[in-house]
C-alpha cells in the first residue's frame, strides 16, 4: 500500500525516559512534517523537512529532535519525557508545487 | 502571524440537509487551503484543496470555496449522510519568500459534525 506509516500506533511511558517515533512514506514525496494534537485536538505543526533540509522549525522545545536519514523517512526522537508531552502526533507528507498533505494514522503518546 | 478559526464548532444535522462549515484566516498571503476529515482515534484525510489562484473545487457532494482576499472558504456539504459525521479542519498553507510550497501550514480548531438517520 502506498501510504504515510509510523510507529507505534501507541507508546505508554514514564517521565523522564527518552523516546522515538518513526515515520515512512512510499509516496515519493520530498517534504515531510511532524505535527501535535493535543487534548484539544488542535493540530499544530512542530517541523518539517525538505528533501532531508529542515526548512520549518517552529517554537518547539529542544528535547524534540527530528532526523531525516533520507527523504522518505522522518523521525522524532524526544527526550526527558514530560507529562505535557502527551498527545498524538502525526506525521505527514507531501509532493512538490501543490503542497497536498497527507497524513499517517498517528502515534498516541501518553506519559505517566 | 496566521490565524485560522472555524465556525460552528460543533453541529448535529438530520440526515439528508445541506450543509455550510465556515473557515476565515487572518493573513490572506496563502500558497493553498486545504480542507481535511479526522475520524475518531484515526489520522487526517484530505477533502479538497483549493489553489490561491482558484475560486472553488468540488468533489462528490463536496465543494469549497475561497475568497483569499476576504479571508473565507466555506465547504458545502450536500445530501449529509450518517458517513459523514467527523471532524472537519481547515488548514491554510503560506506562500513563504520564495513563493514555493514550503510555507508553514495552520489549522483551524475543527467542527465537529454530527449527522444523525
Known amino acids: 500500500d502506498t501510504a504515510v506509516s509510523q510507529t507505534p500506533k501507541y507508546l505508554v511511558t514514564q517521565m523522564g525516559n527518552d523516546k522515538s517515533i518513526k515515520c515512512e512514506q512510499n509516496?515519493?514525496?520530498?517534504?515531510m512534517y511532524w505535527y501535535k494534537q493535543d487534548s484539544k485536538k488542535f493540530l499544530k505543526i512542530m517541523f518539517s523537512y525538505n528533501n532531508k533540509e529542515l526548512i520549518i522549525n517552529e517554537t518547539v522545545p529542544n528535547r524534540f529532535s527530528p532526523k531525516s536519514p533520507d527523504k522518505a523517512h522522518l523521525n522524532l526522537h524526544i527526550n526527558s519525557l514530560e507529562l505535557g508531552d502527551s498527545a498524538v502526533y502525526f506525521c505527514?507528507?507531501?509532493?512538490?508545487?501543490?503542497?497536498?498533505?497527507?497524513f499517517g494514522p498517528g502515534t498516541r503518546l501518553t506519559v505517566l | 502571524k496566521q490565524e485560522v478559526t472555524q465556525i460552528p464548532a460543533a453541529l448535529s444535522v438530520p440526515e439528508g440537509e445541506n450543509l455550510v462549515l465556515n473557515c476565515s484566516f487572518t493573513d490572506s498571503a496563502i500558497y493553498n487551503l486545504q480542507w481535511f476529515r479526522q475520524d475518531p482515534g484515526k489520522g487526517l484525510t484530505s477533502l479538497l484543496l483549493i489553489q490561491s489562484s482558484q475560486r472553488e473545487q468540488t468533489s462528490g457532494r463536496l465543494n469549497a470555496s475561497l475568497d483569499k482576499s476576504s479571508g473565507r472558504s466555506t465547504l458545502y456539504i450536500a445530501a449529509s449522510q450518517p458517513g459523514d459525521s467527523a471532524t472537519y479542519l481547515c488548514?491554510?498553507?503560506?506562500?513563504?519568500?520564495?513563493?514555493?510550497?514550503?510555507?508553514?501550514?495552520?489549522f483551524g480548531q475543527g467542527t465537529i459534525l454530527t449527522v444523525h438517520p
Open positions: 509516496l515519493g514525496h520530498d517534504t
Open positions: 505527514a507528507s507531501s509532493p512538490p508545487r501543490t503542497g497536498t498533505q497527507f
Open positions: 488548514a491554510v498553507r503560506q506562500s513563504n519568500a520564495g513563493g514555493t510550497s514550503y510555507g508553514k501550514l495552520t
